[in-house]
Structure formats: structure tokens, C-alpha cells
């Protein structure tokens, strides 16, 4: 695992933070080859972290290839262990043809989840999956939660940057396609806030159709409040 500086690119990265803090804002962003590496989202000043990995050139072609009417999409909040039932639903009501490759796809977002679930110490999550053709959320923003969950599939990945003056960050990097990423929110308990910001590729007019998986921890429902823990998740999502 790898925790670096965002003003470098992912392939030039050093492997250790090259400053953790600008402006009183941690900035640091964590890259693993492997997935209890987002487990690095709990350390200080690390705002964001990344599972960077490879699709399988087969799963990739496939799914680049489908139309995006059928693309499976959907929002729910609902158990991190019955998220592999309600994707299935989503592929079988939207079309998304059955196979080796669609198995492929909902076992992944079922693996994520379990791992999420596990690192934000949260039973139930909100969980959107979205075709995303238009300019949505291009602004750069922090969200008003305590943690989130990005994984692009299909199109390009989510764009982030650190704010160090003016409106915009300055260098904007891009999550390769299918390698999650884990945003601190301005709710995240510990200091120092967060300074790493995001937003959504700007794609109107170029006929790219997106597939987004998006993650949110819920609060305990029991215990009235979110937990955060540290420990590495378990959960295996496919390479």
C-alpha cells in the first residue's frame, strides 16, 4: 500500500506522503494494489483512498460493448449483505444479459459492498448505480457525509484534486475505470477535515455512457449513531 501525494500522478508516485496537509486540510491520498489497502482512509491525514486494479480485458469489452438502455441502474438503501440479491433484480428488470460476465459484474459489487460496509463500520448502505450520460456533478465538491464509496465500470473515472487557491484545484487526476475509490466526507469524525476534492468527468456531447456505483454508510439504527473502525476489511472483490 501506497500513500501519496494527489499533486503527483498515480504513476509517479512516491510511496510514502510527501506532505499530509495544506492549509489545514488533510490531503493525502492512499494507493493499494490490493484491496485492505482502502483500509488506509482511517489513517491521519489521508482523505482519500484507492484499490487501483485491472479489469479483465473480456469483462471490460463486454460491458463497454452493451447497449445503455440496458445497463442495470437503480438506488436503494438497504443490508451490505443482501446487495448481491438486489443488483441480480436490478440486471434482470433492466435487461442486462445473463452470463459468465454479468455474474462477474454482480459479484464485484456485492464484494465492494461487504468491503465498504466493513471499513465504515455500517450494517446498511445507500447504494446507487447509475447510467450517467450527461455533465452530472461536475463541480469540484467535498460531500456532506462521513465517507463515500466510487466505482466506475464503464467510461471514464471519477476526476479529484486538492483546493490550494482560488475555486478549482489546480491538477485534476482521474480513478482509472473499475479501481473504487474512498472519499472522506466534511461528517467524517476526525480531524483534520478533509482536502481532497471530487467530481464527476465532464462527458455531454461525447456519446459516452457511464456506469457509476456510488456507496454510502447508514447510520446505526440501533445505536442512533455511525461507527467508524479501522481493522482491514475481509471482503474480496474480483480483480
Known amino acids: 500500500m501506497r500513500t501519496e501525494d ?9 510511496t510514502h506522503f ?7 486540510a ?3 491520498v492512499g494507493v493499494a494494489d490490493k484491496p485492505e489497502g482502502l483500509s488506509a482512509i482511517h489513517s491521519p491525514g489521508c482523505a482519500a483512498s484507492i484499490w487501483r486494479r485491472h479489469p479483465l480485458p473480456s469483462f471490460q469489452a463486454w460491458l463497454d460493448g452493451l447497449d445503455p438502455k440496458i445497463l442495470p441502474s437503480g438506488r436503494m438503501t438497504l443490508p451490505a449483505d443482501t446487495v448481491h440479491t438486489a443488483v441480480l433484480d436490478l440486471c434482470d428488470r433492466d435487461g442486462t444479459p445473463a452470463g459468465a460476465m454479468r455474474d462477474h459484474l454482480v459479484d464485484d459489487i456485492a464484494a465492494l459492498a461487504t468491503l465498504f460496509a466493513e471499513l465504515m463500520g455500517s450494517a446498511l448502505l445507500k447504494l446507487r448505480l ?4 450527461t455533465n452530472s456533478c461536475t463541480k469540484f465538491h467535498i460531500d456532506a457525509i ?17 483546493l490550494t487557491e482560488g475555486d478549482v484545484p489546480r491538477r485534476i487526476f482521474t480513478v482509472p475505470t473499475g479501481s473504487p475509490i474512498i ?7 476526525q480531524s483534520p477535515p478533509a482536502g481532497v476534492m471530487h467530481r464527476s468527468p465532464p462527458i455531454e456531447g461525447t456519446g459516452e455512457t457511464r456506469l457509476v456505483l456510488i456507496l454510502d454508510p447508514v447510520q446505526d439504527l440501533e445505536n442512533g449513531e455511525q461507527t467508524h473502525n479501522s481493522h482491514q476489511a475481509k471482503g474480496k472483490a474480483l480483480q
Open 183 to 189: 472519499l472522506r466526507g466534511t461528517l467524517w469524525p
Open 146 to 162: 462521513t465517507g463515500r464509496l466510487i466505482c466506475t465500470y464503464r467510461g471514464t473515472g471519477t476526476q479529484y484534486g486538492i
Open 18 to 24: 510527501v506532505r499530509r496537509e495544506v492549509r489545514g
Open 130 to 133: 447509475e447510467r450517467v450520460a
Open 6 to 14: 494527489p499533486s503527483l500522478p498515480l504513476d509517479e508516485t512516491p
Open 26 to 28: 488533510g490531503i493525502g
